[in-house]
């Protein structure tokens, strides 16, 4: 697909309900296939000002936009001390984000954001952290690595426990080393092997098997599969980790990101402006009610 | 006395006649005029010009699952209770265009749409629309977001508000306290007693609606009556509803049996979260041509019931009705106070009647609060 070039808006004029949905035009500058079906892709806004003004926090997200296509909240998965280029991690999975997947370097995309809540960067200031993903749940976690190598001497331990359903599903496998030369352990399992794995086989909650935690100065950061993160809460609750200090980022179906539209709700949350990121203290009452 | 102009606060009479002159003093003054009028088959909402659009001389007959037109035995203006339009539709339109995109010369143009925002004048809002107005401006301009479409035709509007004095057989707002009495945030509030209209004012701009209209100030035999009837009112009430305990009733129950019984009835139709007064819940399309060279961005009002509204890649959130009605009415009662600081029912009662399997929330409710966990 050819995506032409979008025109800057119209001159400025009385605010209206239409402004707050409107995506500005992003030039795809790098594309970077991750694993199947699960590409990252670089974007730059076009317009100089709104690059300079754009700021998020790790753990936020943007609205992407295809005209006549629609738009799909997708978590922020760059640097967020390099926030004229973003990047973010997508899985082809609707109609949305399998148009962005027919799109090339050069294309143009419409972005809004950021929106939502963050991860809790200077809480975790001389604490050990334990960051605990599945799949693309990576995704939003990487920009707090990102943080963490930028002032590694802030942190405690920095311990990454990361699953994949199979090796081949694992992403940003590239910046391992990179992680590990910052003094940051990996663990990662697998839910199926292949001939050339050698590491651990199981779900991601199991590598906890691997470690002793002290609760005191613990701070859990986890994203991924709803199950998963289900399990993940009850072992670090089991480690005596306190509520208030275990953090998830919640998946809903979120569409206007403005907390407004009802779509995105968790029992009183909005997940789009309350969270994506929450502390478990905070869902308590609902965590684990089914289809809830 | 016609020349004293009544003051703001005050209680004034004027013959049932003379509201026309009040209808032509608002369309003077550039408002389109909403109010009750016969429909389809039921009593709507949709633009009046003379007191005769309004269903003069009829009422209902409200039941769960049940609404049947009927003719009254008097010429009463305002002697029925609400229909399935709600105030709703005016401040928050079903459909709503957010921008256009347009392709052009490879490029593409983003241009915000510019709706002119109507002036309505609606007349006939009843006490538990009031509430349910005071509600949604809550969730539109109070809630961090200001929603600026609902804003410009909410502060344009002039609202002649009615008193109920012949509540349904669904009703139910003297248990939500939200009626039948109207205490605030109207223009005008009229009081309907034989062959007189009581008027309270509420406003400057409801004040000069009232210029070169017959009046007198209400004597104490009126204002006796017109308690009467509200007194009258509030013990007629159809439904009661016993909000003690919530919202902690329903999230303490989250897992109850009842919620599998009223799934077995629940069609997942909408019906109630269309015909509510405060549900807000919408969506964003892209409506494009044939070939994508011009796409509309659509806002359109959704339902929790809907199958996809929860969608995710990984499949539907609440993909069964027991799920969704557990949404709903979980939100309505309990997650709408940890929200917005207030219940999401004002006790109109439209979903009741509007539900097509006749599932009445104050049953289901009570049944949750006889046999479950507090």
Redesign the interface.
């Known amino acids: 697909m050819i995506m032409p070039t979008i025109n800057s808006g119209p001159v400025p004029r009385v605010e209206t309900i239409g402004d707050a949905y409107v995506p500005y035009p992003a030039k795809i500058t790098h594309i970077k296939e991750e694993a199947y079906a699960i590409t990252t892709y670089n974007v730059v806004f076009e317009d100089e000002l709104r690059r300079e003004q754009y700021h998020f926090e790790a753990g936020q997200f943007n609205m992407l936009y295809l005209p006549g296509i629609g738009e799909v909240p997708i978590s922020i998965s760059s640097d967020p001390a390099e926030p004229h280029c973003l990047g973010h991690t997508i899985r082809f999975a609707g109609n949305v984000t399998r148009a962005i997947g027919r799109l090339n370097v050069g294309d143009i995309i419409g972005l809004r954001g950021p929106y939502g809540s963050a991860w809790p960067i200077t809480r975790l200031y001389g604490e050990d952290i334990y960051i605990v993903t599945g799949g693309i749940g990576m995704a939003p976690l990487r920009p707090v690595l990102y943080t963490i190598m930028r002032h590694r001497d802030r942190f405690g331990r920095v311990v990454v426990l990361y699953g994949a359903r199979t090796p081949a599903d694992m992403l940003y496998t590239a910046e391992f080393e990179s992680w590990q030369a910052h003094d940051i352990q990996l663990h990662t399992t697998v839910d199926r092997a292949d001939p050339h794995w050698r590491g651990q086989v199981g779900v991601v909650p199991m590598l906890f098997y691997h470690l002793r935690l002290d609760p005191r100065k613990t701070v859990v950061l986890t994203c991924g599969p709803e199950i998963m993160i289900r399990f993940v809460v009850y072992e670090a609750l089991a480690r005596r980790v306190p509520k208030e200090k275990i953090f998830l980022s919640m998946e809903r179906n979120m569409k206007c990101a403005l907390g407004f539209c009802g779509h995105c709700q968790f029992g009183p949350s909005f997940i789009c402006k309350d969270g994506p990121v929450l502390t478990y203290a905070q869902i308590e009452p609902f965590f684990g009610v089914e289809d809830f | 006395m016609a020349d004293i102009t009544p003051k703001i606060g005050a209680y004034i009479s004027i013959a049932k006649t003379s509201l026309q002159a009040v209808f032509d003093n608002l369309k003077a003054a550039g408002f389109t005029l909403i109010g009750p009028t016969l429909g389809d088959s039921a009593i709507e909402c949709a633009e009046i010009t003379q007191t005769t659009d309004l269903p003069i001389g009829w009422t209902q007959v409200q039941e769960a699952g049940t609404y049947r037109l009927q003719r009254r035995s008097d010429q009463a203006y305002f002697g029925y209770a609400v229909g399935p339009h709600s105030w709703k539709r005016y401040l928050y339109p079903p459909t709503?265009?957010?921008?256009t995109?347009d392709?052009q010369?490879?490029?593409?143009?983003?241009?915000?749409?510019?709706?002119a925002t109507p002036q309505y004048a609606f007349i006939g809002v009843r006490p538990c629309d009031m509430h349910a107005i005071a509600i949604q401006d809550r969730?539109?301009l109070h809630?961090?977001?200001q929603?600026?479409?609902?804003k410009a035709r909410r502060q344009r509007a002039f609202i002649l508000a009615v008193n109920c004095t012949e509540p349904g057989s669904t009703c139910f707002c003297a248990s939500m306290g939200t009626g039948p009495q109207i205490e605030t945030g109207f223009d005008l509030a009229l009081t309907e007693i034989p062959e007189i209209f009581l008027l309270e004012i509420g406003s400057e701009l409801g004040r000069e609606m009232l210029t070169g209209v017959d009046w007198w100030h209400a004597g104490a035999f009126e204002l006796q009556t017109a308690r009467q009837a509200l007194t009258a009112a509030r013990s007629h009430m159809g439904r009661q509803l016993d909000i003690s305990a919530l919202p902690n009733l329903l999230?303490q129950n989250?897992?109850h049996p009842r919620w599998d019984q009223v799934a077995n009835r629940c069609l997942s139709c909408a019906n109630c979260t269309q015909v509510c007064p405060t549900c807000?819940?919408?969506?964003?399309?892209?409506v494009?041509d044939l070939q994508?060279q011009q796409?509309e961005?659509v806002?359109v009002w959704?339902s929790?019931f809907n199958l996809d509204?929860?969608?995710?890649?990984?499949g539907n959130?609440?993909?069964?009705n027991?799920?969704r009605y557990?949404?709903w009415l979980?939100?309505k009662l309990a997650?709408w106070v940890?929200?917005f600081g207030t219940l999401g029912c004002v006790g109109c009662g439209r979903c009741i009647t509007w539900c097509p399997a006749s599932i009445d929330l104050t049953e289901e409710i009570s049944a949750i609060r006889e046999e479950g966990t507090r």
């Open positions: 709503l265009k957010l921008y995109v392709h010369n490879g490029g593409f143009t983003v241009t915000p749409a510019t709706p969730v539109f809630n961090g977001f929603e600026t479409d609902y999230y989250l897992e807000f819940c919408s969506d964003v399309k892209d494009s994508n796409a961005r806002r959704d929790c509204f929860s969608h995710v890649h990984g959130i609440r993909p069964t027991r799920a557990r949404q979980t939100h997650s940890d929200q």
